[in-house]
């Protein structure tokens, strides 16, 4: 089924779930070429959530700041191509949502053990705000916080499951978002932790 959340945010509950083992074999292939590691904010703190990233641009922050680039800083290659199925499913979940000819060259992959969480915030890194956000929920469930276009503003709690999809644009592009620390609720499948795959228009 199609959840709405906002004017053109959506879940899309199971979506993912016909092409689970091509995502998760493309994510043990990225992670074997770039490695999981651990970012720091600006303000020199360590995220709870270890990342990589795979496709033409990857995110990084560190003491310069948030931002795209085309190589890896901890092997100096560039990023991996982003996977066959992962770019199929994007293109294919952004249409369902209504953002025809979604093209990502990003896809950051956040790894979150039980614990980890990511506080409110809004992506406004990416070049082309007029491209949707798409997400990939693998393994444990997260509760993902919905807020509005102020910090203060009231957030929505909504549980993301192991192949549910979520796609955002338009006018819920920059909307405050963040999740919640994590349970430890071991995944069948996947373990005792959390994959999320953010497939972006950042160049
Ligand atoms: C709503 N990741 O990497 S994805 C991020 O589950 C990030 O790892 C979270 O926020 C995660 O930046 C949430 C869902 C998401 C992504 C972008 C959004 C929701 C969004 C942009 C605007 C509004
Ligand atoms: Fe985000």
Same mark, same amino acid.
């Given at each position: 089924g199609r959840q709405r959340l906002g004017e053109h945010a959506w879940v899309l509950r199971g979506f993912a779930? !016909?092409?689970?083992?091509?995502?998760? =074999? &493309? #994510?043990?292939? @990225?992670?074997?070429? =770039?490695?999981?590691?651990? $970012?720091?904010?600006? &303000? &020199?703190?360590? $995220?709870? #959530?270890?990342?990589?990233?795979?496709?033409?641009?990857? *995110?990084?922050?560190?003491?310069?700041?948030?931002?795209? @680039?085309?190589?890896?800083?901890?092997?100096?290659?560039? *990023? !991996?191509?982003? %996977?066959?199925?992962?770019?199929?499913?994007?293109?294919? +979940?952004? +249409?369902?949502? /209504?953002?025809?000819?979604? @093209? %990502?060259?990003?896809?950051?992959?956040?790894?979150? $053990? !039980? /614990?980890?969480? $990511?506080s409110l915030h809004q992506d406004r890194n990416e070049r082309d705000m007029g491209a949707p956000i798409v997400s990939v929920s693998l393994g444990m469930p997260a509760i993902f916080l919905f807020g509005g276009h102020a910090r203060a503003d009231r957030a929505t709690r909504i549980p993301l499951l192991h192949g549910d999809v979520a796609v955002w644009g338009g006018v819920d592009r920059l909307r405050f978002h963040g999740i919640l620390p994590l349970k430890a609720v071991p995944h069948p499948r996947v373990g005792e932790r959390r994959f999320n795959l953010t497939f972006r228009r950042a160049g």
């Open positions: 779930l !016909p092409d689970i083992e091509a995502l998760l =074999a &493309g #994510v043990k292939a @990225v992670l074997l070429a =770039a490695p999981l590691r651990q $970012m720091h904010t600006p &303000g &020199g703190l360590p $995220m709870s #959530v270890s990342t990589s990233n795979c496709g033409r641009l990857g *995110w990084v922050s560190d003491r310069a700041g948030y931002r795209y @680039v085309a190589r890896d800083p901890l092997t100096g290659r560039d *990023w !991996p191509a982003l %996977p066959a199925a992962f770019e199929r499913l994007a293109r294919e +979940a952004a +249409a369902a949502a /209504g953002f025809d000819g979604f @093209v %990502p060259d990003a896809c950051l992959i956040n790894r979150y $053990m !039980p /614990g980890a969480r $990511m």
